[in-house]
């Protein structure tokens, strides 16, 4: 079954560094998407991507967040200045045109020190 | 803005009986509603769903109840198995949208 794929399953990084997360979407797919979760909570809508430009994105996704799909293969959120806050998980998503057809990455658990 | 809350954070069944998980939501304006599954290490898993026109949807095991003039939700697992037992999340979304908008989820445990 296709999967989407997310790489590495776990960074850890100083306070104020750049972090890029990568992902690989299903070949097929249109729609791309970022999610986070922070411990204990729920899981939040960062960014969608379709047709190379951003789509719709959240309040948390501000301008220490970008995206960039580089090769027509990867789908990468860049934090440009991390913070503690930054702490989650980052889970990746794409899906076709349906609803029904989102499918998420296993994620990376990020960790600011 | 809890738009979609799910109020148990957590729920314990016994193998074989019924399992009800619980959603809730406020925007009378989404157009489905989906449940996942999450186990630890892992991303959502999309289980089944329901679109905001029908009250009941059913795969196996599963069957999501929907009550729009409650704004609720629910899904059942009849009968529940130790495999079954991971976080649950609803989770809503507009149809001409993007986004899906996720409960906190409800942690279901079902025992042997």
């Known amino acids: 079954e296709p999967e989407v794929t997310q790489t590495p399953s776990h960074q850890v990084t100083q306070m104020g560094q750049e972090v890029i997360l990568r992902c690989v979407p299903i070949?097929?797919?249109?729609?791309f998407y970022w999610y986070r979760q922070i411990l204990g909570q729920k899981v939040e809508f960062l960014v969608s991507?379709?047709?190379?430009?951003?789509?719709?994105k959240s309040e948390i996704f501000d301008d220490q967040f970008s995206v960039e799909r580089p090769d027509g293969s990867n789908f990468t959120l860049k934090i440009r200045s991390t913070k503690l806050e930054d702490s989650a998980m980052y889970f990746c998503?794409?899906?076709?045109?349906?609803?029904?057809?989102?499918?998420f990455g296993s994620g990376t658990r990020l960790t600011v020190v | 803005d809890q738009q979609v809350k799910q109020n148990s954070p957590s729920l314990s069944v016994q193998e074989g009986r019924i399992s009800i998980l619980n959603c809730d939501y406020t925007?009378?304006?989404?157009?489905?509603f989906l449940w996942y599954k999450k186990y630890p290490a892992e991303g959502p898993t999309f289980l089944i769903s329901?679109?905001?026109?029908?009250d009941k949807n059913e795969d196996g095991r599963f069957t999501v109840f929907l009550n729009k003039s409650a704004k609720h939700l629910s899904l059942h697992i009849v009968p529940s198995q130790p495999g079954d037992s991971a976080v649950y999340f609803c989770?809503?979304?507009?149809?001409?949208?993007?986004?899906?908008?996720f409960g906190g989820g409800t942690r279901l445990m079902v025992k042997p």
């Open positions: 998503a794409s899906r076709t045109g349906g609803v029904y057809g989102y499918t």
């Open positions: 925007n009378s304006m989404f157009d489905y």
């Open positions: 989770a809503a979304i507009f149809d001409a949208g993007n986004m899906l908008t």
């Open positions: 329901i679109s905001s026109i029908k």
């Open positions: 070949s097929n797919h249109l729609y």
């Open positions: 991507f379709y047709n190379n430009e951003i789509s719709e």
